[in-house]
């Protein structure tokens, strides 16, 4: 009877839905790169106060009105993403290379005069804002009975709480748990003095791309201003396969099990922008070349929907195989985005019948992640608990963008750095921190433009292969660096 029980309770679970994985999600779709076009990602984005740049849509859409005749241009970028783990005192590398687009669009412009407005400013562009594409191995060394993957299952089944049921009921249907209805409590299918050795292999796919409808006007050569509405389209899958295994001293019958977990989300949303571009002494020989820049970026109101699929596959001798797999419906819910503060400096210098030029910029970006909610789920779920982690695991950031350009004709070259701070609280296992480094030339003629770039973006992440109640793997560390090159063709009309 207690054994029918404990089924009864981890099958009710199945009826909740994996909702968005955990709240790791939301800050996911928070967070963007320097990509976009090849000199933007070459400057290290610090274009607040620049503007004439497509990917300025993007971030401060004051800087459409600094055109002054149109243009059009188009960013094919390769992307090499390289995993390497450290787990257990062994190190695996992996890595995946993505083909795409990550900047396609025009602007025009209208010049209406000397005076007041001189000019007006149309512009759309696609502009890609993160990149999901990764590929990772971990490998592990023997555990012990007492701290398996085995036992975690057992230690979820036994605390009998939330989504993790999903876990455990396939974790009995297959053996791995067995059921004391004595005790009433679930134990680990392995003898006392039995080892486990583990892995993980993991695949990523997808990416952030917004699309960007953007306005914006020239007062007299000294003030830009500028309002985008900006549609986000999202696509993301991951697939993380756990394979354990026994080794040759165990006397139990455990051979090894495979854990598979595929998610999948895809989803649209909508966001508004707006900003301006300062020259407090465009008419004055005195720091002409002086650039003030602000944006504010409001939230990103997200509609997704997605599905998470498991499955458990085990091995005992005499006893073959067992497998057990969980499906739930297609899951929709929303996610709302924190507030963007930007603020920028630059200084330009060299004079148009000068053929030397050059700039220095810097950004300032704030963003408070504890602001982020996870809202309408379409089961009538309300994210209370997930969106009290929120605010209890992150914080608030400033990120910092730096640039450089030095030009001699029709020729450029430019280097970025930006830093990204940890969004994490400092009890939080985890490390979001991102440095970004970045060079790139350039040509520009009076009708033509080309501009290569190549960027570094480098990561480190925690996880453990397995974590609840107390009893956690041992900590998996990953260095991530991301490798771009671009190249921008486009033309002016």
């Known amino acids: 009877m207690k054994k029918y029980a404990f089924l009864l309770a981890t099958s009710a679970c199945l009826a909740l839905s994996s909702h968005a994985q955990n709240d790791e999600e939301a800050l996911r779709f928070s967070r963007s790169y320097p990509l976009g076009t090849a000199r933007f990602s070459a400057m290290g984005g610090a274009f607040t106060a620049l503007g004439g740049d497509l990917t300025t849509l993007a971030y401060n859409p004051a800087g459409i009105g600094v055109y002054r005749t149109g243009e059009f241009s188009v960013t094919p970028n390769l992307n090499l993403t390289g995993v390497t783990s450290s787990y257990m005192g062994n190190k695996l590398a992996d890595n995946r290379y993505l083909l795409g687009c990550s900047n396609i669009g025009g602007v025009g412009v209208i010049n209406t005069g000397?005076?007041?407005?001189?000019?007006?400013?149309?512009g759309a562009a696609y502009n890609k804002l993160s990149n999901f594409s990764?590929?990772?191995?971990?490998?592990?060394?023997?555990?012990?009975?007492?701290?398996?993957?085995?036992?975690y299952f057992a230690l979820v089944?036994?605390?009998?709480?939330?989504?993790?049921?999903?876990?455990?009921?396939?974790?009995?249907?297959?053996?791995?748990?067995?059921?004391?209805?004595?005790?009433?409590?679930?134990?680990?299918?392995?003898?006392?003095?039995?080892?486990?050795?583990?892995?993980?292999?993991?695949?990523?796919?997808?990416?952030?791309?917004e699309f960007d409808i953007s306005i914006g006007g020239n007062i007299e050569h000294s003030l830009y201003f500028g309002l985008t509405i900006g549609v986000q389209n999202i696509s993301y899958s991951r697939t993380v396969s756990d394979i354990d295994e026994g080794i040759e001293s165990n006397t139990s019958a455990f051979e090894g099990f495979t854990y598979k977990r595929e998610y999948r989300m895809s989803g649209m949303g909508y966001n508004f922008k707006a900003g301006v571009i300062a020259r407090p002494f465009a008419n004055a020989d005195f720091l002409e070349g002086l650039r003030l820049g602000a944006a504010i970026h409001t939230p990103t109101f997200l509609a997704l929907s997605d599905r998470y699929d498991a499955s458990i596959s085990s091995s005992f001798l005499g006893n073959g195989n067992l497998s057990?797999?969980?499906?739930?419906?297609?899951?929709?819910?929303?996610?709302?985005?924190?507030?963007?503060?930007?603020?920028?400096?630059?200084?330009?210098?060299?004079?148009?019948?000068?053929?030397?030029?050059?700039?220095?910029?810097?950004?300032?970006?704030?963003?408070?992640?504890?602001?982020?909610?996870?809202?309408?789920?379409?089961?009538?779920?309300?994210?209370?608990?997930e969106n009290q982690d929120i605010e209890n695991s992150y914080r608030s950031t400033v990120n910092f963008r730096f640039g450089a350009e030095l030009g001699y004709d029709n020729l450029a070259v430019r280097a970025g750095f930006a830093t990204y701070g940890n969004p994490y609280e400092s009890d939080v296992k985890k490390s979001g921190s991102v440095n970004f480094y970045s060079l790139g030339v350039g040509y520009r003629s009076s009708v033509f433009f080309a501009d290569f770039a190549y960027s570094l973006a480098m990561q480190e992440d925690k996880s453990d292969m397995y974590s609840a109640y107390g009893l956690a793997s041992d900590e998996i560390s990953y260095d991530i660096l991301q490798n771009n090159i671009m190249l921008t063709l486009g033309f002016r009309f």
Do not use: Q
């Not at 486990?196 to 997808?206: D, K, L, Y």
């Open 114 to 122: 000397d005076g007041g407005i001189v000019s007006i400013s149309l």
């Open 134 to 151: 990764e590929r990772l191995l971990v490998r592990g060394n023997p555990i012990s009975a007492g701290s398996t993957y085995l036992d």
């Open 157 to 209: 089944a036994n605390n009998d709480v939330g989504r993790s049921d999903i876990e455990a009921e396939m974790a009995f249907y297959t053996d791995l748990i067995t059921f004391d209805t004595i005790n009433d409590r679930c134990y680990p299918n392995l003898d006392d003095n039995d080892k486990t050795e583990g892995r993980r292999s993991s695949e990523a796919w997808g990416s952030i791309g």
């Open 324 to 385: 057990r797999r969980f499906s739930n419906d297609l899951y929709e819910y929303n996610i709302e985005t924190p507030f963007k503060f930007m603020g920028g400096v630059a200084y330009t210098f060299g004079h148009h019948e000068s053929k030397w030029r050059g700039i220095v910029s810097a950004d300032c970006e704030y963003v408070n992640y504890t602001a982020m909610k996870m809202r309408n789920g379409s089961d009538g779920y309300d994210f209370f608990n």
